[in-house]
């Protein structure tokens, strides 16, 4: 699986859109990008997924670069809950029966009143 | 969607004793099953991929005589901390994946929080 790149924090005002940047230089044709978060304490949560066109779902927005080598996690309107830590994962689905997510560091994202 | 839950959230144990923590898909059949480990401010850290039915296969470094993972039926996996000592302490997660699951595959459990006095 490609690696990835994350910025370590970030910050962000509340009902500001938080913009998280992940880059992927080394993907393949045929990896996905995954976004999940993991609030303190807790499992990690899925986000949103996509392959090369821009994704919407009522959580976030994925936009994916042209040459696919980046992407950004859109939070259209952030509150205190969305404070967390944001992974983003390449990888191919379904592969086979190995299915291993590899984690980075992700971005810590603050959420400020 | 699916979801996955696990037992206890937190436990507290002696030095030398074993610990089992459950996870459990609730509303689908889990072919496979993945536990991770988390230490403070640090990522989530593979140990296991566990198929049902099948033995564990298990990430280097992590000992498979030490960290017990059973998973006997669709809706449970065990995961047994063996002689448990100070520096097991940590966040344990379980995810799963199978029939029925969407392609984005993984449906993690709320965690378990390990700590050994």
């Known amino acids: 699986d490609a690696k990835t790149t994350q910025p370590p924090s970030m910050d962000c005002a509340e009902g500001r859109a938080a913009n998280l940047p992940c880059n992927h230089s080394?993907?393949?044709?045929?990896?996905?990008v995954y976004w999940y978060r993991q609030i303190h304490s807790q499992g990690p949560q899925y986000i949103i997924h996509g392959l090369k066109n821009n994704e919407t779902n009522e959580m976030a927005s994925l936009i994916i670069t042209e040459d696919r080598k980046s992407s950004t996690l859109i939070l259209p309107h952030a509150t205190l809950r969305d404070t967390a830590v944001y992974y983003c994962?390449?990888?191919?689905?379904?592969?086979?029966?190995?299915?291993?997510?590899?984690w980075g560091l992700g971005t810590s994202l603050a959420v400020n009143p | 969607g699916a979801v996955v839950s696990q037992h206890p959230s937190w436990v507290i144990c002696k030095s030398g004793t074993s610990v089992k923590i459950e996870c459990r898909s609730l509303d689908f059949q889990a072919t496979t099953m993945f536990w991770y480990r988390q230490f403070p401010k640090q990522s989530l850290m593979l140990m296991a991929t566990s198929n049902e039915g099948s033995k564990a296969t298990y990430e280097q470094g992590v000992e498979k005589d030490k960290f017990l993972i059973n998973h006997a039926s669709l809706t449970l996996s065990t995961l047994t901390v063996t002689s448990a000592h100070p520096e097991d302490s940590s966040f344990y997660i379980c995810?799963?994946?199978?029939?029925?699951?969407?392609?984005?595959?993984?449906?993690f459990g709320p965690g378990t929080r390990l700590t050994v006095t």
């Open positions: 080394t993907i393949s044709g045929n990896e996905y």
């Open positions: 994962i390449v990888r191919v689905p379904n592969a086979g029966n190995n299915r291993k997510l590899i």
């Open positions: 995810s799963a994946t199978g029939a029925g699951t969407t392609v984005y595959e993984q449906y």
